[in-house]
């Protein structure tokens, strides 16, 4: 093609993959945790919204909090914290949430309610919850109905709060979400104006996708126009993924092998765009069209495949990602490239993940190539044609090439 630059998307020196990028939305209140390998959990719709947690004004009831939080502890799994649903008493006259707890999705008409929540939260648990976004979803009619502005005064409250109860905690600021809609764009630029951004470490957005049955490559869309509206706004934090879209529970069902396939591709994809955390939305719940394990469940085959991405890239360091023809690539294939801690005296090994977006490629093996290792645990030396499908597989190279 006339004028097409060669190469991949983007390349960079040996970066860690940090184990804590692979987060999953706890979606239970119970205090089970997952029982296969993930890096980290978010508490919500887990009976921990502000409503809940102080349902009327100065009574607290930290029991389900307690609970989560000891048993992500004993899991050793950092805690990011998400806060939302104003209580009914903060907030009178304000629309309605859609949880049964009476909560609102206003900012409190006192903010000085709003601080003392903070302060009681990060006071009782410093040291025990790793992060907090400063709220769950914006702009949104079921989750924050203020103005940006009004919610990057609270950013810059609660950020004050919690530097001092604890200045070791990470600080997410609320993650945006509708992101493809100029007004959620709008909203983002108008967060960043009045300041919001100057206090965080790090800036929550919803990188889902756009209508039901999109594949998670259609995410890097998203991910432009997000950097394009964060260029606009003049600020360029890391990035967390927290979430998705209202309409989940309403998308298709999967079947097993396309939810294998979704699920690491998730956390792939989260790799190529360079976000530094990503959440799956959700575990322990059941009423979505993936699910990874159900509370008291055994893990699916697709939190199966989830592990075996994170067993691959134990220790990983990414140097590369790109697809089809600029990276000389089949149409319709993806990759990251990796460097891997090779076996006691033989030093790192270069490896590369590889999948399709649809259907079935093949292509010659790359040179060097030595395991082919896929989803299921199987692993077969490389053949000199490689199938590639939507199921991402481990090509690792042997040592020294």
């Not at 529970?249 to 999967?254: E, G």
Request: proline content about 8%; hydrophobic content about 40%; charged content about 15%.
């Amino acid at each position: 093609m006339a004028g097409e630059v060669r190469g991949p998307a983007w390349s960079q020196p040996l970066t860690q993959v940090a184990a804590g990028f692979y987060g999953v939305t706890i979606n239970s209140s119970s205090g089970a945790m997952p029982t296969f390998r993930v890096g980290g959990i978010r508490l919500w719709d887990s009976g921990t919204l502000w409503s809940l947690l102080e349902p009327a004004r100065n009574k607290f009831d930290w029991t389900i909090l307690d609970r989560l939080v000891g048993s992500a502890h004993r899991a050793n799994l950092p805690v990011l914290y998400t806060f939302g649903g104003t209580p009914q008493w903060a907030a009178p006259n304000a629309p309605l949430g859609p949880y049964p707890d009476g909560s609102r999705t206003a900012p409190p008409d006192d903010l000085k309610d709003w601080v003392r929540f903070v302060k009681a939260v990060a006071t009782r648990y410093a040291g025990r919850i790793d992060a907090y976004e400063m709220w769950a979803f914006a702009p949104s009619p079921h989750f924050y109905t203020g103005d940006a502005a009004t919610l990057a005064r609270m950013t810059q409250q609660a950020a004050a709060v919690i530097r001092r109860a604890d200045p070791a905690a990470t600080l997410v600021c609320p993650s945006i979400g509708n992101l493809w809609e100029p007004a959620s764009q709008q909203f983002l630029l108008d967060f960043a104006a009045a300041g919001g951004y100057q206090v965080c470490d790090a800036a929550g957005v919803k990188l889902a996708p756009q209508h039901d049955g999109d594949t998670p490559e259609s995410l890097v869309r998203l991910a432009a126009v997000i950097d394009r509206t964060f260029h606009e706004a003049g600020v360029h934090p890391r990035l967390w993924s927290t979430g998705t879209v209202y309409r989940i529970p309403q998308d298709h069902k999967l079947d097993q092998a396309h939810a294998i396939a979704y699920a690491v591709r998730f956390y792939l994809i989260g790799m190529y765009v360079r976000y530094d955390r990503m959440y799956f939305y959700n575990w322990g719940g059941t009423k979505i069209p993936l699910v990874l394990q159900a509370v008291g469940g055994p893990p699916t085959a697709a939190a199966h495949a989830v592990d075996t991405l994170q067993r691959w890239l134990t220790g990983a360091r990414i140097t590369s990602c790109g697809h089809s023809s600029p990276d000389g690539l089949p149409a319709q294939v993806w990759q990251c490239q990796f460097v891997l801690d090779g076996a006691a005296g033989q030093g790192p090994v270069r490896a590369i993940v590889r999948w399709t977006e649809s259907g079935t490629a093949s292509m010659p093996a790359d040179r060097g190539a030595g395991t082919l290792r896929f989803l299921d645990g199987r692993a077969m030396p490389a053949p000199q044609t490689l199938q590639i499908t939507e199921q991402p597989v481990l090509i690792t190279m042997q040592p020294g090439r």
